[in-house]
């Protein structure tokens, strides 16, 4: 904080500095002194006293040393701080040698006063650094000596006289008081005061001090106050001795009553700062606890140690723990009656439920059951909703009591009364009120203080009481809730399930009406499943009798307040915002006629419907607590909701499965680990022509050719070692079935595992019977090859017409007739391809398609397939580009396949190549990384500059009858057989082929060929 007095005083030849930080700095609470000659500066300082100097240091000799002896003078000024401006010639060495070390900033004057202002302001944080430090010092080190005081001293009055005495060398203050009051706090008990010695010792009585500050005792709230804002109590201190124009009042508060004060009083205005005000408060502090370590030094601690263990030892229950209190208040305070007034939560009154009169009043006889409503009585409710403990003296005369309260006050001989707010865990459950009938008696501050800390035993006791009740209770619930879980089994119906529940609310919780809703099929609609009461009709528009929309419904959630994981409708609070008023905060914790509470059925993160509940049998507007059993009989409804629909679900997917698999034209066989049949379709019957009672519990094995027990061992250990959460299957597995008649029957095999609560309980299979499909494969294949057979013969017979007239046997031709007979021989080629292509995928589909490897040059192979296609070449004048790499050895392959292959790779070149373009042929080595060592081998690829493959066909060109529509555009169809030969044939050698595009560039399609011959696979 910014100290408000910092002064500065500047020398200098010219004010333009001084008016510079006048302006500049006029927010930095700075006061500025300017001395027009340096002769004036020491008797400017003495004056004003100022934190800093300012002061310009001429070089010119004369003026300097005048300089030097003011600075030599004020030096030993308390707190100065110099600020030496220097001239352009004088050095900072030369000048700091000749002037004491402390407190001197120097620097060169400048016409540029920024650095004098961040210097100026850097000394002023620097000075209030220091002062806040010493201030702290000086604090810590008073604070010691009260203390000292405090407790050093037997006697109280003697503690007060050296502290009225101590408390003017710290505090700026002429007048001081410390007094204390009895026990009836009306008159002085302990008195000291302080009067400056220029001043007559002369006051009043203590009777008049005692009417000064009766008022000020009753407000009880520390105050300054000045001569203006209270004459008459000014008037009065005069007449008393003392002459003030100021005061600060601070009560001394024990227990939160006070019974003493502090009173300050200065002739002239002069108010206490901060760190005055806190050393009071401090000394407040210390006296209370000293006077209550004093005062209860010889109470009768043991007696309430052995009040709250004989309330835990005896087991009491509530009324008598109340009882024994009622008795144990009235004998501390030696009172007329004691009485416990319960508050009643719902309704918001007061009520008397437990009471204790002195044998002297005993006459009186039980209260009667007179209510008090804290709406209404504003003061006493304040009190007890604080946990204030007040003693209000003349009940009848207190004003700030409701008349219907005075009343009945005065019913119950209330005279002189301590009321003693009671809050179990935070919540209010009433108040202990004590009372005096005496009008001469009055509770004392050890009274006081006695029956706060047995009122305070007590709410230990009942909140130990009602943890152990509300576990009890709590236990109570789980069981039923336990017992409710048992009694709910799957074959009772989801009605009779929720009606057990809906009761179980209503017997446990103390709900007396209870609907159950849940959506229908569609969501779209929330029907009363269940309900028990709702006997009263509702003032809101929701009508149980009939099904209700759930737009309409979630539109009246939207007018609830969430509460946990429930909905409050409020409608008191509700209908008061509709008027545009406020609810009463008292009547808002009970509830009302149109209050609901509604709990989601909620599971999975899905809602299946809610439960709503009303009129609780305690009346009031539910909390967390209480909504948290609820929340389980929601989840309980929710899992018997879910569960039901799941059953009904499971049992309709079984009779569906049931139904397809009794159905269905395919064989299905289920099986445990062990491989036994534990059921078989009658599908799978008829196809091993076996009756179902010489199926079931029968090795699956036995039902399988001989030779297919290998690979179904396989199959069925695959499918036992699958990972828990691995989706394993198994398909196109092919088999062969041995029926009774002894007949093989090719079966497809399809195999998944099976899994039962969550564990594999064994697997199931389907079998498609393959003996149509084969016998239709074999057809095609002997057609294939009759079409075959007559398609070849005859172009064989062209081919060798043809070739017989080119080598000019029948005669000589002129070269146009040659050019044409070697188109037509090309062309008679590309019929003998598509049929040995056709053969091949006819061989291929049945599996009988083979290859006979040898030793060949495979670069050898390439040249003779670019000779032979370059008529085709030329005829679309295309350059041919070959880079084989002559370092390939020997390969071993089916050269006849390979040049199939490669036929088919240069065709499709030549024939998707425009005219003009380039085909690119190259071989060379490839390494590829193996499990155990490197693998090496022959790559031949083949690249056109064609239109390309788009992205999208390029996995799909291998495969049977694919064709490529960017290429449509040459005009140019196939059979689209290729390319699909060619994979299987590279396949065959162990090899791979892929393609690899661009459109509008070109493609390149590679395939390789292993460089060391597999000889093992020869030999098979």
Same mark, same amino acid.
């Given at each position: 904080m910014n100290n408000p007095h910092f002064k500065v005083v500047v020398f200098t030849p010219t004010k333009a500095l001084f008016k510079h930080l006048g302006k500049s700095l006029t927010d930095q609470h700075l006061e500025f002194f300017y001395a027009p000659n340096i002769s004036e500066v020491e008797q400017l300082i003495n004056r004003v006293k100022p934190n800093l100097l300012i002061i310009h240091v001429d070089e010119e000799?004369?003026?300097?040393?005048?300089?030097?002896?003011?600075?030599?003078?004020?030096?030993?000024?308390?707190d100065l701080w110099f600020l030496l401006l220097l001239g352009e010639n004088l050095s900072f060495e030369k000048v700091r040698v000749e002037l004491p070390p402390k407190r001197i900033f120097l620097q060169k004057d400048s016409n540029d006063f920024k650095e004098i202002v961040h210097n100026l302001l850097t000394i002023r944080n620097i000075e209030q650094n220091l002062s806040d430090e010493v201030n702290k010092n000086r604090f810590e080190e008073d604070i010691n000596n009260v203390l000292r005081i405090v407790y050093q001293e037997r006697d109280i009055n003697r503690v007060f006289e050296r502290l009225v005495n101590y408390l003017p060398k710290s505090i700026r203050m002429d007048y001081c008081c410390i007094f204390t009051l009895d026990k009836q706090m009306r008159h002085l008990e302990h008195f000291s005061q302080f009067i400056p010695p220029t001043h007559p010792k002369i006051t009043g009585s203590v009777h008049s001090f005692e009417q000064i500050v009766e008022d000020w005792m009753r407000e009880g709230v520390p105050f300054f106050r000045d001569q203006d804002e209270d004459p008459p109590a000014f008037d009065k201190l005069r007449k008393w001795g003392w002459p003030v124009t100021q005061v600060f009042f601070l009560p001394i508060h024990l227990r939160e009553r006070n019974f003493g004060a502090i009173l300050v009083g200065n002739s002239k205005k002069s108010p206490l700062n901060e760190q005055e005000i806190r050393l009071l408060n401090e000394v407040a502090q210390f006296i209370s606890t000293r006077i209550l370590d004093k005062t209860l030094a010889g109470a009768e601690t043991q007696d309430l140690s052995s009040f709250s263990d004989q309330l835990i030892t005896n087991h009491f229950d509530e009324g008598n723990i109340f009882q024994h209190t009622c008795k144990?208040?009235?004998?501390?305070?030696?009172?007329?009656?004691?009485? !416990?007034?319960?508050y009643n939560k719902g309704f918001g009154f007061l009520f008397p439920k437990y009471y204790h009169f002195a044998e002297k009043d005993k006459t009186s006889g039980p209260p009667e059951k007179n209510m008090i409503f804290l709406t209404r009585e504003h003061f006493l409710s304040q009190m007890i909703e604080k946990g204030e403990v007040r003693s209000i003296e003349n009940v009848a005369l207190e004003s700030k009591l409701g008349p219907a309260t005075i009343a009945i006050f005065q019913k119950l001989s209330y005279?002189?009364?301590?009321?003693?707010?009671?809050?179990?865990?935070?919540?209010?459950?009433?108040?202990?009120?004590? %009372? $005096?009938?005496?009008?001469?008696? /009055? !509770?004392?501050?050890? +009274?006081?203080?006695?029956? +706060?800390?047995?009122?305070?035993?007590?709410? %230990?006791?009942? +909140?130990?009481?009602?943890?152990?009740?509300?576990?009890?209770? $709590?236990?109570k619930q789980l069981s039923r809730i336990f017992e409710l879980g048992n009694e709910i089994k799957l074959d009772l119906s989801l009605h009779n399930k929720l009606s057990r529940i809906a009761m179980s609310v209503r017997k446990t919780l103390g709900w007396n009406d209870i609907a159950i809703l849940l959506e229908d099929e569609l969501g779209k609609r929330l029907r009363v499943s269940n309900l028990v009461g709702f006997k009263e009709n509702f003032d809101l528009d929701l009508d149980f009798s009939r099904p209700i929309g759930v737009k309409k419904f979630y539109n009246f959630l939207k007018q609830c307040s969430e509460l946990s994981s429930a909905y409050f409708y409020n409608s008191q609070v509700i209908a008061a915002a509709n008027n545009g008023a406020e609810a009463s905060p008292h009547t808002a914790t009970e509830w009302q006629k149109n209050d609901l509470l509604i709990l989601p059925l909620e599971? /999975? %993160?899905?809602?299946?419907?809610?439960?709503?509940?009303?009129?609780?049998?305690?009346?009031l507007k539910p909390t967390v607590e209480k909504i948290s059993p609820l929340e389980f009989y929601a989840n309980q409804a929710a899992v018997a909701v879910e569960n039901s629909v799941l059953f009904d679900k499971l049992r309709a997917s079984e009779e569906r499965y049931r139904s397809l698999a009794e159905t269905m034209s395919l064989g299905l066989v289920t099986c445990n680990q062990r491989g036994e049949i534990m059921y078989a379709n009658p599908? !799978?019957?008829?196809?091993?022509?076996?009756?179902?009672?010489?199926v079931l519990s029968k090795k699956l094995a036995d039902f399988f050719a001989e030779k297919s027990h290998a690979g179904l061992h396989r199959v069925l250990e695959k499918l036992a070692a699958a990972e828990k959460d691995e989706t394993t299957r198994l398909e196109n597995l092919e088999f062969e079935l041995v029926s009774r008649p002894g007949e093989i029957i090719p079966v497809s095999l399809f195999g998944f595992p099976l899994y039962e609560r969550r564990e594999r309980a064994g697997f199931f299979l389907v079998l498609n019977d393959l003996?149509?499909?084969?016998?239709?494969?074999?057809? $095609?294949?002997? !057609?294939?090859?009759?079409?075959?057979?007559?398609?070849?013969?005859?172009?064989n017979v062209i081919q060798g017409f043809i070739e017989l007239i080119r080598s000019r046997v029948v005669g000589e031709i002129n070269p146009e007739q040659e050019e044409l007979l070697d188109i037509a021989k090309e062309n008679v080629k590309k019929v003998l391809a598509l049929v040995d292509n056709f053969l091949v995928a006819s061989k291929l589909e049945v599996g009988k398609f083979t290859i006979e490897p040898k030793q060949n040059n495979i670069n050898q192979l390439i040249e003779q397939q670019v000779d032979s296609h370059r008529v085709l070449v030329k005829s679309k004048n295309l350059q041919i580009h070959m880079d084989l790499d002559r370092n390939l050895p020997p390969l071993c392959f089916d050269s006849l396949r390979i040049e199939q292959v490669l036929n088919n790779l240069f065709s499709n070149a030549i024939k998707f190549t425009p005219e003009n373009g380039s085909i690119f042929i190259k071989s060379g080595w490839l390494e590829r990384m193996g499990e155990s060592e490197d693998k090496h081998f022959a790559c031949i690829s083949v690249q056109d500059t064609g239109a390309g493959i788009p992205n999208e066909q390029l996995e799909r060109i291998f495969e049977k009858y694919e064709q490529v529509d960017a290429n449509q555009g040459f005009n140019v169809r196939g059979t689209g057989l290729g390319l699909s030969i060619c994979k299987e044939i590279v396949n065959l050698h162990n090899g791979e082929i892929w393609a690899e595009s661009q459109p509008d560039i070109g493609s390149k399609f590679s395939f390789t060929l292993p460089v060391e011959p597999e000889y093992e696979k020869l030999e098979e």
């Open positions: 000799s004369e003026k300097y040393l005048s300089t030097l002896q003011i600075m030599q003078t004020l030096s030993p000024v308390q144990r208040l009235n004998e501390i305070a030696n009172a007329s009656s004691t009485i !416990f007034w319960q005279q002189h009364i301590l009321v003693l707010p009671l809050k179990v865990h935070n919540e209010i459950t009433g108040a202990l009120i004590v %009372n $005096k009938s005496q009008e001469n008696e /009055r !509770f004392s501050i050890l +009274e006081i203080h006695k029956t +706060e800390e047995v009122v305070r035993r007590t709410q %230990n006791v009942l +909140e130990d009481a009602q943890e152990v009740k509300e576990a009890q209770f $709590k236990l599971t /999975r %993160n899905k809602i299946l419907g809610y439960m709503i509940v009303h009129d609780p049998v305690d009346r599908a !799978f019957r008829k196809l091993i022509g076996v009756p179902e009672s010489q003996r149509v499909i084969k016998n239709l494969e074999r057809m $095609k294949a002997d !057609f294939n090859s009759m079409i075959v057979h007559d398609l070849r013969s005859p172009m």
